[in-house]
């Protein structure tokens, strides 16, 4: 498998990215374990546009390995994404945006050309985890991690990626388990691509 990882993390003076650094290691040494071919880009230390447009056509996997930053993605991984992915709109991830000629109020979004490409969100929160999936709690409201990262989530099927489970790290500022975090991570990536899960 040819797996593409994007560490997202923005560093800040609070925050310099030890975790999101630490899961993108271990992801990157589960992949090489298992023979797959690996190439990661760090975006706060920069990118060239082209070719990480060349890197998602090579993928099988694009992984990717962030903070939740009020609500999103930190913004230099959205401006990533504005780069990389507008420059793709010229065909080599997707045919503009799904619509045709014919029928110019139709399939919006269905225009992505990396179909069979897989993608993986793995994400660090401040929020605990007792905070999603559940109604009473009254800031989600009810709303899952997936819900919070809806629009990660269309970015990649505007591209026809498809998606597999998402990783969450909660509580990592006030409350972190990082080595309960780092088990949860390793057995999850086992399942995800185990054999059986490829069935």
């Not at 509580?171 to 975090?181: G, H, L, Q, S």
Request: net charge negative; hydrophobic share 40%.
């Amino acid at each position: 498998m040819k797996v593409l990882i994007l560490n997202g993390h923005q560093p800040y003076e609070f925050a310099k990215g030890e975790l999101n650094a630490t899961f993108t290691r271990k992801a990157h040494e589960f992949f090489e374990a298992r023979g797959d071919e690996v190439r990661l880009t760090k975006v706060s230390d920069g990118y060239n546009v082209n070719e990480e447009v060349e890197s998602h056509r090579w993928a099988d996997l694009v992984f990717m390995q962030f903070p939740v930053n009020w609500m999103g993605v930190p913004w230099s991984f959205k401006k990533y994404m504005d780069e990389v992915y507008t420059a793709g709109m010229d065909g080599r991830l997707t045919v503009g945006d799904g619509r045709t000629p014919d029928a110019p109020k139709a399939n919006y979004g269905m225009g992505g050309t990396l179909t069979g490409t897989k993608y993986m969100i793995s994400s660090t929160l401040n929020a605990p985890a007792e905070s999603f999936d559940d109604p009473t709690e009254p800031f989600f409201e009810g709303l899952s991690l997936d819900d919070l990262l809806r629009p990660v989530h269309l970015n990649a099927k505007f591209f026809a990626m498809e998606p597999l489970p998402t990783f969450g790290a909660f509580d990592v500022m006030k409350n972190a388990e990082v080595a309960k975090d780092f088990a949860r991570f390793d057995a999850h990536l086992k399942g995800t691509f185990s054999p059986a899960a490829a069935e």
